[in-house]
């Protein structure tokens, strides 16, 4: 079993810069492909990034590239999001989730673990 809680979320203004950490509990988090979602009132839950279990190979949504930038360490079992330049449209619960696949798909419904997520709100 997986569990994951997040942390870091917050309330800020338009160009602010805030990081979400995910503390990971649970074996073999080192195996695990780690992803950021969100999901903005009314909209489906989206992929924001990913990170493969080495941290080798990350994902990012074209929305967020270059602003956001996904880590892990697998020595203390966390994952972080650094997101930087935020927008309003950036407003959204953000989930961490993890899956036991090297390569999922960009679906929520790939992934098996998820935190309870944390509130971005970003105001104008």
């Known amino acids: 079993q997986v569990q994951l809680v997040e942390s870091g979320g917050g309330l800020v203004q338009t160009g602010d810069s805030l990081r979400l950490s995910c503390a990971v509990s649970?074996?073999?988090?080192?195996?695990?492909?780690m992803g950021w979602f969100r999901q903005a009132a009314g909209k489906e839950r989206e992929l924001v990034a990913r990170i493969t279990w080495s941290g080798g190979r990350t994902y990012y949504a074209d929305a967020v590239k270059g602003r956001f930038t996904i880590s892990r360490d697998n020595a203390k079992n966390t994952v972080a999001l650094q997101m930087n330049s935020l927008k309003p449209e950036d407003t959204a619960v953000y989930y961490c989730a993890a899956v036991n696949n090297p390569y999922p798909g960009s679906s929520w419904s790939w992934y098996d673990y998820w935190g309870q997520g944390t509130q971005v709100t970003v105001s104008s």
């Open positions: 649970g074996r073999s988090f080192s195996t695990y492909t």
